[in-house]
Antibody, heavy 116, light 110 residues
Framework: QVQLQESGPGLVKPSQTLSLTCTVS??????????WSWIRQPAGRGLEWIGR???????NYNTSLWGRVSISIDTSKNQFSLTLTSVTAADTAVYYC????????WGQGVLVDVSS | QTVVTQESSFSVSPGGTVTLTCGLS?????????PNWCQQTPGQPPRTLIY???VRSSGVPDRFSGSILGNKAALTITGAQADDESDYYC??????????FGGGTKLTVL
């Protein structure tokens, strides 16, 4: 059974770069069947899709984050990562990683606070 | 930019049936949008109930069903139980690798 676990700093200063990693167990991230996504949720608000990546490295992003967001994949470590630059308080949220293509399988989420 | 629309809140009596919908600010939802439905209780990650319009995820009770009703995707809960009280989110595939979530529906069972 696949499991996903997010990790990374819980506090990031404004204007700096947010970096998170998702470690996948119970499945190979090299599978061509699935894609690997990041989704976030500000406190008390709804879900926002950030982007996704295939094992080939092909990625798609939310156009509202275009230019600030990048998702990468490391098949040797069975991990994929999120980078979000020039963060502001509006980027404070719980960040989830998820496996997609046959219904999202979600990680537990990690809270990232953007604050000085 | 197209917005995915959901009812902000809904209530259902225990044992009753409720249908939540997921639409578009412009246009109709079809199976080509591969509607997904996720359930979330406070403090927990979402859980996918339905994907590809009407496919139940593993372990999801058959009282949850998905469909297209008119120009919207729909999630129907038959025989609502107290622990169905949750937030429900739909996600739609917009093409070109892009997904968009609706704002969510807060379901109350009372």
């Amino acid at each position: 059974q696949v499991q996903l676990q997010e990790s990374g700093p819980g506090l990031v200063k404004p204007s700096q770069t947010l970096s998170l990693t998702c470690t996948v167990s119970g499945d190979s991230i090299s599978s061509s069947i699935y894609y690997w996504s990041w989704i976030r949720q500000p406190a008390g608000r709804g879900l926002e899709w950030i982007g996704r990546i295939y094992s080939s490295g092909s990625a798609n992003y939310n156009t509202s984050l275009w230019g600030r967001v990048s998702i990468s994949i490391d098949t040797s470590k069975n991990q994929f990562s999120l980078t979000l630059t020039s963060v502001t308080a509006a980027d404070t949220a719980v960040y989830y990683c998820a496996r997609g293509a046959s219904g999202w399988v979600w990680g537990q989420g990690v809270l990232v606070d953007v604050s000085s | 930019q197209t917005v995915v629309t959901q009812e902000s809140s809904f209530s259902v009596s225990p044992g009753g049936t409720v249908t939540l919908t997921c639409g578009l600010s412009s246009g109709s939802v079809s199976t080509s949008y591969y509607p997904n439905w996720c359930q979330q209780t406070p403090g927990q990650p979402p859980r996918t109930l339905i994907y590809n319009t009407n496919v139940r995820s593993s372990g999801v009770p058959d009282r949850f069903s998905g469909s297209i009703l008119g120009n919207k995707a729909a999630l129907t809960i038959t025989g609502a139980q107290a622990d169905d009280e949750s937030d429900y989110y739909c996600g739609l595939y917009m093409g070109n690798g892009i997904w968009v979530f609706g704002g969510g529906t807060k379901l109350t069972v009372l």
